[in-house]
């Protein structure tokens, strides 16, 4: 069965800080990779995501990830992090065949500091 | 463009009630989908409809209802609500294609007594 990892329920940095936050999957097949952030009392948008080519994938607000097949990883970074990156963020996975059925980890609330 | 939009934001319930939570979108998206969120469970599918008249099940189905009878509406129904149906619910909408972006509404805050 297909399933999604994040490592770390809450991760804290200080402002200006680099960002890490990791994701891991489980699949028989190659998946198609997603990261969505949440702000508070809010639904979620899309920040990035991976489906086929280049394995470092930016998106929105300085954020990039890297699909590393080897590893099962797409973890989430940002070389500065800013007081507006403070939210919850959720790794998911979907596959060839599953009408975009998102698989969803448990997520990773940001906290950033000054 | 109002994207995915939901209604209540919040509602309480007593057990054993029965509501619809509404969700329409206005992107002519085929696929549509309802999760609920838990604290540290992420989103579970709860119900998903790749369009109008079609419709299944997702990872937690039971207690739920759900119809597509057009393009842009796509309700959920609660039939006898319980206290473990607490959570907060989200719509989501995209267009078919599995690597195709998810658009998701604001949530409905939903407490069951």
């Known amino acids: 069965a297909q399933s999604v990892t994040q490592l770390g329920s809450h991760v804290s940095v200080s402002e200006g800080a680099l960002v890490l936050l990791r994701c891991n999957y489980s699949?028989?097949?190659?998946?198609?990779l997603f990261w969505y952030v949440q702000y508070p009392n809010q639904g979620l948008q899309l920040l990035l995501k991976?489906?086929?080519?280049?394995?470092l994938v930016k998106g929105i607000n300085g954020f990039e990830a890297e699909f590393k097949k080897s590893e099962t990883s797409f973890h989430l970074t940002k070389p500065s992090a800013h007081m507006s990156d403070a939210a919850e963020y959720f790794c998911?996975?979907?596959?060839?065949?599953?009408?975009?059925?998102?698989?969803f980890g448990a997520g990773t609330r940001l906290a950033v500091h000054p | 463009n109002a994207g995915v939009t939901q209604t209540p934001k919040f509602q309480v319930l007593k057990t054993g009630q029965s509501m619809t939570l509404q969700c329409a979108q206005d992107?002519?998206?085929?696929?549509m989908s309802w999760y609920r969120q838990d604290p540290g469970m992420g989103l579970r599918l709860i119900h998903y409809?790749?369009?109008?008249?079609?419709?299944d099940q997702g990872e937690v189905p039971n207690g739920y209802n759900v119809s597509r009878s057009t393009t842009e509406d796509f309700p959920l129904r609660l039939l006898s609500a319980a206290p473990s149906q607490t959570s907060v619910y989200f719509c989501?909408?995209?267009?078919?294609?599995?690597?195709?972006?998810?658009?998701f509404g604001q949530g409905t805050r939903l407490t069951v007594v």
């Open positions: 989501a909408s995209s267009s078919t294609g599995v690597n195709t972006e998810a658009f």
């Open positions: 992107m002519n998206h085929e696929y």
């Open positions: 998911a996975v979907s596959f060839s065949g599953g009408y975009n059925k998102l698989i």
């Open positions: 991976y489906t086929t080519g280049a394995t």
């Open positions: 409809s790749v369009g109008a008249g079609i419709t």
């Open positions: 699949s028989s097949v190659p998946p198609y």
